[in-house]
């Protein structure tokens, strides 16, 4: 009695990458033949088939669709700047507690205004947070910047808004340590 | 007889396009400076990835879900889960089949939590061009197989798209799927079977 051959070998069969073996049982056996002829057959209707093209202005808009998507989603992904903020509010709970006990503590509403620029001068807040740099150095090296200043540089706009309600945050309860 | 003569002719055919060129020789070279790129925060470099991959995408969503809209909300996707992940990408494979495993598990999802819509573009307006109605036709034909393509098994059905619209080796697809080559060769054994019983012999009968 005849033995047919597995249906991964017929796929073989009609890829014309069969064993000798293969080859010739599908050679010998009317039943296996029938059926590498039908893949053969469905593979060329397969083929046949196209995708309908979309409109010609379709790529451009679709590629800054995506653009757009990849920009919103690197202001917001915490993994960027999760650590920094780690090690800036790690380095928050230090200005709390080097800070003069409470009494002689500024109140918070006082604190100077936040900006995304480090070098403001007037930002006695920031200039506390960069002179301590490296409280959390795991944390710094975990975001991928050498000194904290570095982190912080790097954050956009909207990062910097949730790192300075972090701050506020954490200095407020600073107060009470 | 003297041979077998039912082998199939396209087999060997040359892929075309930058997911073929990248097969050629694992990671391509223009890829992989834009992943490092991308590393260092270049968007730039991300983007060209989506030029670059964009239509090979877009073409495997629409195979899955046969329809305009959902193969282009579900292409973004699946760039934009390849942004978060692209830290991950070791580069032992070719880019597009580490995209092309992103848009098969993206489509399976799109697929699982919606049902198909079937909209498609339109394609039925008159055109008095020579050869418009040849094209008609054409589109007909191909509207039938992409029919019949999406009506295969969940299984059978990817093994398709990817072994033959995307020209990938059956180990790629193996990679792909999480089977073995055995089965994947069985399973797109089994879906040209189907395509044919479904289609007849030309898909226009």
New interface residues.
């Given amino acids: 009695m005849l033995e047919h051959v597995?249906?991964?070998e017929?796929?073989?069969?009609?890829?014309?990458t069969a064993s000798a073996g293969v080859?010739r049982h599908?050679?010998a056996c009317a039943a296996c033949?029938e059926?590498?002829?039908?893949?053969?057959?469905?593979?060329?209707?397969?083929?046949?088939?196209?995708?309908?093209e979309?409109p010609p202005l379709?790529?451009d808009a679709?590629?800054r669709?995506?653009?757009r998507?990849?920009?919103s989603?690197?202001r917001l992904?915490p993994a960027v700047w999760a650590p920094a903020l780690a090690a800036a509010a790690a380095a928050a709970i230090a200005i709390g507690m080097l800070a003069p006990r409470p009494g002689t503590v500024q109140p918070v509403s006082t604190l100077p205004a936040w900006s995304a620029s480090l070098t403001g001068g007037d930002d006695t807040g920031l200039a506390q947070l960069a002179a301590l740099d490296v409280a959390e150095p795991d944390a710094v090296a975990t975001a991928g910047c050498r000194r904290l200043a570095e982190c912080l540089s790097g954050l956009s706009d909207e990062e910097t808004m949730a790192l300075a309600e972090v701050l506020r945050d954490e200095l407020q309860a600073g107060g009470d340590l | 007889?003297s041979?077998?003569t039912?082998?199939?002719?396209?087999?060997l055919a040359a892929a075309s396009g930058p997911a073929a060129a990248g097969r050629a020789a694992g990671l391509r070279e223009d890829d992989r400076e834009a992943l490092e790129a991308c590393r260092r925060g270049d968007?730039e470099a991300?983007?060209r990835l989506?030029?670059r991959y964009?239509?090979d995408v877009?073409?495997l969503c629409?195979?899955y879900l046969n329809n305009?809209e959902d193969a282009?909300d579900t292409?973004?996707e699946v760039?934009?889960k390849a942004?978060?992940a692209i830290g991950s990408f070791r580069g032992d494979s070719a880019f597009s089949t580490w995209l092309y495993r992103i848009a098969v598990n993206t489509c399976l999802n799109f697929r699982a939590g919606r049902k198909p819509v079937g909209q498609?573009?339109p394609?039925a307006i008159v055109d008095p061009r020579p050869g418009a109605q040849s094209r008609v036709e054409?589109?007909e034909?191909?509207?039938?197989?992409?029919e019949a393509?999406s009506r295969l098994p969940e299984k059978q059905r990817a093994t398709?798209i990817l072994k033959?619209?995307h020209d990938l080796t059956h180990e790629e697809v193996a990679g792909i799927l999480g089977a073995t080559?055995?089965?994947?060769?069985?399973n797109?054994?089994?879906?040209?079977?189907?395509?044919?019983?479904t289609?007849g012999?030309?898909?226009g009968e």
């Fill in positions: 597995r249906d991964d017929l796929m073989d069969a009609a890829e014309g080859r599908v050679q033949r059926r590498v002829a039908e893949a053969a057959t469905g593979w060329d209707l397969a083929r046949a088939a196209d995708v309908p979309p379709f790529w679709f590629r669709q995506v653009g998507r990849v920009g989603e690197r992904r | 007889m041979d077998l039912w082998t199939l002719p396209v087999r968007r991300f983007d989506v030029e964009q239509r877009y073409r629409y195979r305009h282009s292409a973004q760039f934009l942004y978060r498609e573009l394609e054409s589109d034909r191909s509207r039938r197989v992409r393509v398709v033959v619209y080559v055995g089965t994947v060769k069985a797109l054994f089994h879906a040209l079977g189907n395509l044919r019983k289609l012999s030309k898909a």
